[in-house]
T-cell receptor, first 114, second 114 residues
Framework: QKEVEQNSGPLSVPEGAIASLNCTYS??????FFWYRQYSGKSPELIMFIYSNGDKEDGRFTAQLNKASQYVSLLIRDSQPSDSATYLC??????????????FGKGTKLSVIP | DAEITQSPRHKITETGRQVTLACHQT?????MFWYRQDLGHGLRLIHY???????NKGEVSDGYSVSRSNTEDLPLTLESAASSQTSVYFC?????????????FGNGTRLTVT
């Protein structure tokens, strides 16, 4: 059973601070990693994806991947109240038959305090 | 613009009834997925399809079925609705099997089984 673990939170940060969201996964052969944001009552929307070890930056968001430690994180710089949402980590397992579907973590609820 | 549409948005049904949730995408994606989302469980995969006439069971497929007769549609059927199937259901699609391409989600269907 492939597992994706996230701290459920809530994680509270003041406006303007850096929010750090973490995710670990069990399948060592996993190749693709995604972060989704989900506002209450809405559907998940893709924020970032990362395939290679290291950092990937997109605006205020940075995804970090460490395959040796089976760890992926999302940093949100200059956090805004509009960033308050649940953040879902999703992982695609070892390439092979039937492995293209994403396994999601339970999500971390982020609250940015004005 | 391409989109993925779910209907109905809300549904209340009685235990034992057959229910079908519709999902229609205009992305022309081969891959389509059904997830359910429950508090404490996150998003869990029910069924998925990699193309016309292809269907596969996910993590929580018992009591559900799907059929794929064309590229655009993947209806989800609850053969005999149970209270445990009260949930929010999301349909999603993705473009490619390679490297787990990102999912595009519909707006969700909130199903209540009384």
């Amino acid at each position: 059973q492939k597992e994706v673990e996230q701290n459920s939170g809530p994680l509270s940060v003041p406006e303007g601070a850096i929010a750090s969201l973490n995710c670990t996964y069990s399948d060592r052969g996993s190749q693709s990693f995604f972060w989704y944001r989900q506002y209450s009552g809405k559907s998940p929307e893709l924020i970032m994806f990362i395939y290679s070890n290291g950092d990937k930056e997109d605006g205020r968001f940075t995804a970090q991947l460490n395959k040796a430690s089976q760890y992926v994180s999302l940093l949100i710089r200059d956090s805004q109240p509009s960033d308050s949402a649940t953040y879902l980590c999703a992982v695609v397992g070892t390439p092979g038959a039937g492995s293209y579907q994403l396994t999601f973590g339970k999500g971390t609820k982020l609250s940015v305090i004005p | 613009d391409a989109e993925i549409t779910q209907s109905p948005r809300h549904k209340i049904t009685e235990t034992g009834r057959q229910v079908t949730l519709a999902c229609h995408q205009t992305w022309n994606h081969n891959n389509m997925f059904w997830y359910r989302q429950d508090l404490g469980h996150g998003l869990r995969l029910i069924h998925y399809s990699y193309g016309v006439h292809d269907t596969n069971k996910g993590e929580v497929s018992d009591g559900y079925s799907v059929s794929r007769s064309n590229t655009e549609d993947l209806p989800l059927t609850l053969e005999s609705a149970a209270s445990s199937q009260t949930s929010v259901y999301f349909c999603a699609s993705s473009e490619s099997e390679e490297w787990g391409s990102p999912l595009h989600f519909g707006n969700g269907t909130r199903l209540t089984v009384t």
